[in-house]
């Protein structure tokens, strides 16, 4: 068996402990990149989190080699399933190709006619400002479903689905449903419910307009710049994720939602903010926070310090960098 090892911000010391582990198994592994030919082999384990598996992706927009996503934290995410510490317990498992591969479907992007990367979880559509409204046409298959004024739009995947779609009042969808949610977000409109359509669709949202100029979020990590249109259809090919563990359904992503939206209810605005952010973009120091939130530096520690002491967080020395600390989501239990 042959494994490459990949990941975002990949540490020297992280990378040769994941291979020395597949070596002293026998598994052959080799370091890949994004600019290197990817030699013949059977699966890549890709460090960084989901937020490391979305950003293989966006990179190798073409593999359909199995992707084994891993945490460096012990947050539990649905792209990447198991931590660092787990990943010698599965490594076993992995040489005798004890797993279930997930085909992922991916939604192929072009705004304004340019084509951009597949996303793995949503395309949104927003006013560069909020708490500002963009006005929008939806056709879906060259049809007009609406004319729309709403913060915004989101067409989502079904592992996506359990994401942003889902805080904005998206339905859950099973993984192996073969469509994509669309989602007006806060409409003017109180009937505009959210639309359920075939994965085979041509979606396109059309003269985008607002005050000031609008902006295309890619998988909640990318931002471009869109003057009239988005066009969204199902990427071909697929992504494929490894599956060890069975708790990666929809029931369980709804189940681990719901406990953590009642445990919003009783916190501060800005602690919110904080575990939201943690969540879709996993660990962080509390620089990178007050830079991705925009909040002051003394509001963050002050949330930081509020989310440590209820347990919804989970603060460690950084495996890049032991001068750093990071915050993680703490596992519900």
Same mark, same amino acid.
């Given at each position: 068996?042959?494994?490459?090892?990949?990941?975002?911000?990949?540490?020297?010391?992280?990378?040769?402990?994941?291979?020395?582990?597949?070596?002293?198994?026998?598994?052959?592994?080799?370091?890949?990149?994004?600019?290197?030919?990817? &030699?013949?082999?059977?699966? *890549?384990? !890709?460090?960084?989190? /989901?937020?490391?598996? %979305?950003?293989?992706?966006?990179? @190798?927009?073409?593999?359909?080699?199995?992707?084994?996503?891993?945490?460096?934290?012990?947050?539990?995410?649905?792209?990447?399933?198991?931590?660092?510490?787990?990943?010698?317990?599965?490594?076993?498992?992995?040489?005798?190709?004890?797993?279930?591969?997930?085909?992922?479907?991916?939604?192929?992007?072009?705004?304004?006619?340019?084509?951009?990367?597949?996303?793995?979880?949503?395309?949104?559509?927003?006013?560069?400002?909020?708490?500002?409204?963009?006005?929008?046409?939806?056709?879906?298959?060259?049809?007009?479903?609406?004319?729309?004024?709403?913060?915004?739009?989101?067409?989502?995947?079904?592992?996506?689905?359990?994401?942003?779609?889902?805080?904005?009042?998206?339905?859950?969808?099973?993984?192996?449903? &073969?469509?994509?949610?669309? *989602?007006? !977000?806060?409409?003017? /409109?109180?009937?505009? %419910?959210?639309?359920?359509?075939? @994965?085979?669709?041509?979606?396109?949202?059309?003269?985008?307009?607002?005050?000031?100029?609008?902006?295309?979020?890619?998988?909640?990590?990318?931002?471009?710049?869109?003057?009239?249109?988005?066009?969204?259809?199902?990427?071909?090919?697929?992504?494929?994720?490894?599956?060890?563990?069975?708790?990666?359904?929809?029931?369980?992503?709804?189940?681990?939602?719901?406990?953590?939206?009642?445990?919003?209810?009783?916190?501060?605005?800005?602690?919110?903010?904080?575990?939201?952010?943690?969540?879709?973009?996993?660990?962080?120091?509390?620089?990178?926070?007050?830079?991705?939130?925009?909040?002051?530096?003394?509001?963050?520690?002050?949330?930081?310090?509020?989310?440590?002491?209820?347990?919804?967080?989970?603060?460690?020395?950084?495996?890049?960098?032991?001068?750093?600390?990071?915050?993680?989501?703490?596992?519900?239990?």
């Amino acid at each position: 068996m042959q494994v490459g090892i990949a990941g975002t911000g990949l540490s020297e010391a992280t990378a040769k402990m994941i291979k020395k582990e597949l070596d002293d198994r026998g598994i052959t592994s080799f370091y890949v990149s994004t600019k290197s030919k990817l &030699p013949d082999i059977d699966c *890549i384990v !890709v460090l960084g989190g /989901d937020k490391g598996v %979305r950003n293989y992706f966006h990179k @190798n927009p073409d593999s359909t080699i199995p992707v084994f996503g891993i945490s460096e934290s012990e947050s539990s995410g649905f792209l990447a399933q198991i931590d660092l510490k787990e990943f010698p317990a599965y490594v076993t498992r992995l040489k005798k190709q004890d797993y279930k591969v997930e085909e992922v479907p991916r939604i192929s992007v072009k705004i304004d006619g340019k084509a951009v990367y597949p996303v793995l979880n949503d395309v949104a559509v927003f006013a560069s400002k909020s708490a500002m409204l963009m006005e929008h046409v939806l056709r879906v298959n060259g049809e007009e479903v609406w004319h729309d004024n709403s913060d915004g739009v989101i067409i989502s995947t079904p592992i996506g689905s359990s994401a942003y779609s889902m805080s904005a009042g998206g339905p859950v969808i099973f993984q192996d449903s &073969p469509v994509f949610g669309i *989602i007006s !977000v806060n409409s003017l /409109d109180v009937t505009r %419910r959210p639309l359920v359509v075939s @994965n085979t669709s041509l979606i396109e949202i059309d003269d985008i307009s607002a005050r000031i100029y609008c902006e295309v979020v890619l998988d909640g990590i990318d931002r471009f710049r869109v003057n009239k249109a988005v066009e969204a259809t199902k990427f071909v090919p697929s992504a494929y994720l490894i599956r060890m563990k069975k708790d990666s359904t929809a029931v369980s992503a709804l189940a681990k939602k719901v406990k953590l939206a009642e445990e919003l209810f009783s916190m501060p605005p800005s602690s919110k903010l904080l575990l939201k952010i943690l969540e879709y973009e996993g660990a962080m120091t509390q620089k990178e926070l007050a830079t991705k939130t925009l909040l002051p530096d003394r509001t963050v520690r002050l949330a930081l310090s509020h989310l440590l002491e209820k347990g919804y967080v989970k603060r460690k020395i950084s495996m890049r960098d032991a001068r750093q600390k990071i915050y993680e989501i703490a596992k519900l239990g």
